[in-house]
């Protein structure tokens, strides 16, 4: 941090800050700080990683990459190393750990990566609304109170669901490259569920497709959903339950509701 706050002191010009390593670290001085332009995860690229690197720094080419993980605060060593805990428990101060339960502040987010283009999305098609009252094994009368409610709301569970298949949908999304250089971008679909069943993930990933395009072009990509499988969760006895209601499926910031009933 010292060394690299004091290269920067000295430089005349921008600083490009390139990190190797096979985690994530706390780069945040680095990240607010104007005289370095930019940062640059590398991973462990082997013997052609500084001619691919220097592709990218001379714009020879259009980085496309995602960050396989959470990269948190410096303060999340404070956790200890024989915790295994997923979800956060505020009582005990654990904020959580990966991206689909940590809610505590963080450095980079899973998923996250830059390029030298820009893209946007637009939904084309999808759905909006799944029934399930035809795919019940039993009546939504006949189902206890303790299976198919929790605090007043409602899910239920997919082993009593009789054909998922008949539930999966597509959702194509329109991709167009807003910038001025041709890239490779990968496409995340996210999913965020209803919290009514207490665990439930702060979102969690349901697709992904790597697109081509070339500079002002539009492509398409498409994801299979899987409802059964990507918009359910596990309850606190370890079953696997889809909930009720608005579900939202996200991919950066555009978002289409999803809504599941009986």
């Not at 805990?85 to 502040?105: I, L, Q, V, W």
């Amino acid at each position: 941090m010292a060394l690299v706050s004091a290269v920067a002191e000295s430089s005349h010009k921008p600083l490009i800050l390139v990190l190797t390593g096979g985690g994530p670290l706390d780069v945040s001085f680095a990240q607010h700080d104007p005289r370095i332009a930019s940062i640059l995860w590398i991973g462990y690229p082997g013997e052609a990683g500084p001619k691919a690197l220097a592709q990218i720094i001379f714009g020879d080419h259009n980085p496309g990459g995602r960050l396989p993980m959470t990269w948190y605060p410096e303060s999340y060593t404070s956790v200890a190393m024989n915790d295994m805990s997923m979800r956060a428990d505020p009582s005990r101060g654990f904020p959580g750990r990966t991206y689909r339960f940590y809610t505590g502040d963080q450095v980079y987010g899973f998923g996250g990566g830059l390029s030298y283009t820009k893209y946007e999305y637009k939904l084309m098609s999808g759905t909006d609304r799944i029934s399930l009252s035809e795919f019940i094994k039993t009546s939504p009368n006949e189902i206890s109170e303790e299976q198919h409610q929790v605090d007043n709301l409602n899910f239920i569970q997919v082993d009593r669901l009789s054909c998922c298949d008949a539930l999966k949908f597509y959702v194509q999304i329109s991709v167009t490259n807003a910038g001025e250089k041709d890239g490779s971008h990968a496409v995340l679909l996210f999913a965020r569920l209803p919290k009514h069943v207490p665990g439930t993930p702060e979102k969690q990933l349901v697709g992904f497709s790597r697109v081509h395009t070339t500079s002002r072009g539009t492509t398409e990509a498409v994801m299979l959903v899987d409802p059964c499988e990507h918009l359910s969760t596990a309850d606190e006895n370890g079953i696997k339950v889809l909930p009720l209601g608005d579900h939202v499926l996200m991919v950066d910031d555009l978002e289409n509701s999803v809504s599941i009933m009986v």
